[in-house]
């Protein structure tokens, strides 16, 4: 299986901050990589998928980059509902596996 | 705009099956490109993909529960179910069920979810 680990495991930020969540793979993976934003009681909502595509609806200040073992997810200026748990996903090979999560929480 | 919606028991005892139901509306469950599949959740822990299947019929597990989990579809009624077997207290977790990919594009993640709903493992 393909392990991902993110990190932080967890982050406090400002409103207007510049947050950088990091996601690492066990093995390459090439691009294939998703993240996704979770809400309390919500289901996940993904944000970006092959690395870099913003899913459609998400806004800009969402981005993400990497390739092989290594990726980010930035959000440009945090904005008060994104205040949640953040995970990626490969989607390289079976098993699909996710990250460990990580929560931003406000400051 | 697609829909899910998960329905089942929300208490079910150790040593039984869960089974839990799939409703998918505002699109048909029979386009043969999509993968239709289940996530689960332990309260305040992370995801956990369980299983999937592809309208064909062909069907890719967790190698982790592979030996408890069946899941089908049943396109007269644009659903697909999960069974799980000889559950335990670990099994307790929100259950989600997703479209998980297309074939066509080669790229397998949730773009639609359901609310996803509460299973507890308990006597």
């Known amino acids: 299986d393909i392990q991902l680990t993110q990190s932080p495991s967890f982050l406090s930020a400002s409103v207007g901050d510049r947050v950088t969540i990091t996601c690492r793979a066990s093995?390459?993976?090439?691009?294939?990589l998703a993240w996704y934003q979770q809400k309390p009681g919500k289901a996940p909502k993904v944000l970006i998928y092959?690395?870099?595509t913003l899913q459609s609806g998400v806004p800009s200040r969402f981005s993400g980059s990497g390739s092989g073992t290594e990726f980010t997810l930035t959000i440009s200026s945090l904005q008060p509902e994104e205040f949640a748990t953040y995970y990626c996903?490969?989607?390289?090979?079976?098993?699909?596996?996710f990250g460990g999560g990580t929560k931003v929480e406000i400051k | 705009q697609l829909q899910l919606q998960e329905s089942g028991p929300g208490l079910v005892k150790p040593s039984e099956t869960l089974s839990l139901t799939c409703s998918v509306s505002?699109?048909?469950?029979?386009?043969?490109?999509?993968?239709w599949g289940w996530i689960r959740q332990p309260p305040g822990k992370g995801l956990e993909w369980i299983g999937g299947?592809?309208?064909?019929?062909?069907?890719y597990y967790n190698p982790s529960l592979k030996s408890r989990v069946t899941i089908s579809v049943d396109t007269s009624k644009n659903q697909f179910s999960l069974k799980l077997n000889s559950v335990t207290a670990a099994d307790t977790a929100v259950y989600y069920c997703?479209?998980?990919?297309?074939?066509?594009?080669?790229?397998?993640?949730?773009?639609?979810w359901g609310q996803g709903t509460l299973v507890t493992v308990s006597s």
């Open positions: 997703a479209r998980l990919g297309d074939t066509l594009t080669g790229y397998y993640y949730g773009d639609y």
């Open positions: 505002g699109g048909s469950i029979s386009r043969s490109s999509y993968y």
């Open positions: 299947i592809y309208y064909g019929g062909s069907t």
């Open positions: 093995q390459g993976i090439s691009s294939y």
């Open positions: 092959a690395a870099s």
């Open positions: 996903q490969q989607h390289h090979s079976y098993p699909l596996t």
